[in-house]
């Protein structure tokens, strides 16, 4: 694994910067967003969902687009696009627009996360991917971590819409990690961008596809409701501060940084959907103490059992696809997969944000969201039992 040192440092940059920064840290913003434009939740979720739309499309061309350009070349380009469009978003007002600029700049997130997604189950060794994936994927931690500590004091010191000033520092520093990224991103030349030929449909005959995408499906849409309105759903039923927020918030990030790894080994000894089983669980129950009406302290425990197994998944599924495909097909297979996921996320926080304002409360999308992840976490254990 030392040989992929450097690799797998640049990899944890990028992570951190595209999905972390780019897209975790719009949920520390968010009620301050809201409160400036005088945004509905509804609003603030179809912003939020904007992002993965952009995001879908990102995946649908990158098979086309990756077979043209280098790794390196095309993750860089992305990012400073991504940053770029993040950038603009500070000069609007209006929440169209916003969602706007936020599709476009999740299109480029798109295409750097799964450009770096190939390049890593591409280069790697099986005997070592779980983790060396588990850690890339650990970089959304780091962000969320620094996103925590850093808007609110942000908003602490500043009068007039402070959750802009936050964003430019986040785009500021997505940009920073494009030019940092690129020797690690370099230091594997003999890949090269491969196109594959393969008949979409033949991968809907596939059981084991089918089987990923389930639990990567049901995985996005509740993960994604959980880190869009965590900070809000606390806020709004304990009436806590943004500073007691963001250190939960961060504290989520802190032990996030860890959870690939952690499951990634598991999945090294044990298998992939065993790690599942445990995944699926620890989030269901992160879920279901956001909507039981419990003390404040358990909104700590919530986020440790949510931070310790957020990033696991995303590894989890590129691990699965690379073992079960072969080399020309698992590239393919990771994006129909990661594209199905796309939608599910992209309606996560539309529907949370209409339920939350017709019942002004976010306790019956928790029940929810905990109900489908203990589903995952038994379908996991019926694949582990199961031929792949």
Not at 93 to 100: E, H, P, Q, T, V
Not at 329 to 353: D, E, N, Y
Not at 359 to 382: C, D, G, P, Q
Request: with cysteine; proline share 2%.
């Amino acid at each position: 694994m030392q040989i992929y040192r450097k690799t797998i440092v640049a990899a944890f940059l990028i992570i951190c910067g595209c999905i972390g920064l780019g897209r975790f840290g719009f949920g520390m913003i968010l009620l301050n967003m809201q409160e400036s434009l005088l945004l509905t939740t509804a609003q603030i979720g179809f912003i939020s969902s904007a992002n993965f739309v952009g995001y879908i499309f990102g995946v649908i061309f990158i098979n086309v687009i990756y077979s043209y350009f280098s790794t390196h070349r095309l993750i860089f380009a992305s990012l400073i696009f991504q940053a770029v469009f993040m950038i603009l978003m500070i000069f609007q007002d209006n929440y169209f627009a916003l969602a706007s600029l936020y599709s476009i700049s999740g299109f480029f997130m798109g295409l750097a996360n799964m450009t770096l997604m190939f390049y890593m189950a591409t280069i790697i060794p099986k005997n070592i991917r779980g983790k060396a994936l588990g850690i890339a994927v650990g970089g959304s931690g780091l962000a969320i971590v620094s996103s925590g500590f850093l808007v609110p004091f942000i908003e602490a010191n500043t009068v007039e819409t402070p959750w802009k000033i936050s964003w430019l520092i986040f785009s500021f520093l997505v940009i920073a990690i494009a030019f940092i990224s690129q020797p690690g991103i370099k230091k594997h030349v003999l890949h090269t961008p491969k196109s594959t030929s393969s008949k979409i449909k033949t991968f809907f005959k596939i059981v084991n596809f089918w089987k990923i995408t389930t639990l990567y499906s049901i995985f996005g849409f509740t993960y994604m409701i959980y880190v869009t309105f965590f900070v809000s759903s606390i806020s709004l039923n304990y009436d806590i501060l943004s500073s007691v927020s963001g250190e939960v918030w961060a504290l989520l990030g802190f032990c996030s940084i860890f959870s690939g790894y952690i499951f990634g080994l598991i999945a090294d000894k044990f298998g992939a959907y065993t790690s599942l089983i445990s995944v699926f669980f620890l989030q269901g129950c992160a879920h279901l103490l956001l909507a039981l009406p419990v003390s404040i302290h358990f909104i700590w425990i919530s986020a440790i059992l949510f931070g310790i197994t957020a990033w696991s998944t995303p590894a989890l599924v590129a691990l699965l696809t690379s073992l079960y495909f072969d080399v020309k097909k698992a590239s393919q297979a990771l994006v129909l997969v990661t594209l199905i996921f796309a939608i599910s996320q992209a309606f996560g926080p539309i529907i949370a944000g209409l339920i939350k304002d017709t019942t002004n409360s976010f306790n019956e999308v928790f029940y929810i969201t905990s109900f489908l992840s203990f589903f995952a976490m038994y379908s996991s254990y019926i694949f582990s039992k199961q031929e792949i």
